[in-house]
């Protein structure tokens, strides 16, 4: 999608810090951490956000989880949130479905 700023890392068009990359997948460490390890998992698909799967997309949201637990386990992190954003009230400020793994550190429930 041409306006994506995610697509864009996937293209290549803008670079990344990249963690992980498979052919359905790509990971890269967020570009404001709000955590000693921030990553996040965005599938190659544009799929602007949750509210728009379908169960056609069962395959690939649950992949994403899957590499969720690859890189955690990669990294040796056994303690992590695994958070995703739906909509601007929730804190979405990129339309492409992306999974922030958020860890190393104590983190409080629940959140504000
Ligand atoms: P959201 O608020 O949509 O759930 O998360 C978007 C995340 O993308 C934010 O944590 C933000 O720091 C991160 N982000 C936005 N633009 C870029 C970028 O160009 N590169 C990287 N690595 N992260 C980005
Ligand atoms: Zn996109």
Redesign the pocket.
Same mark, same amino acid.
């Given at each position: 999608m041409d306006d994506c700023?995610?697509c864009?890392?996937i293209d290549g068009e803008? &670079?990344?810090?990249k963690v992980y990359e498979d052919e359905t997948f790509l990971a890269? +460490?967020?570009?404001? &951490? !709000?955590a000693p390890t @921030?990553i996040?998992i965005i599938p190659k698909k544009h799929i602007p956000k949750i509210s728009d799967i379908t169960e056609s997309d069962n395959e690939l949201i649950g992949g994403l989880f899957t590499a969720a637990a690859k890189i955690c386990k990669e990294k040796s992190l056994s303690d992590f949130r695994l958070?995703? +954003?739906n909509g601007e009230d929730?804190? !979405?400020?990129?339309?492409h479905i @992306?999974l922030?793994i958020i860890g190393g550190r104590s983190m409080e429930w629940p959140p504000g």
């Open positions: 700023i995610f864009k890392i803008i &670079p990344s810090d890269f +460490n967020d570009v404001n &951490p !709000q @921030h996040l958070v995703i +954003n929730a804190g !979405q400020t990129v339309f @992306h922030h």
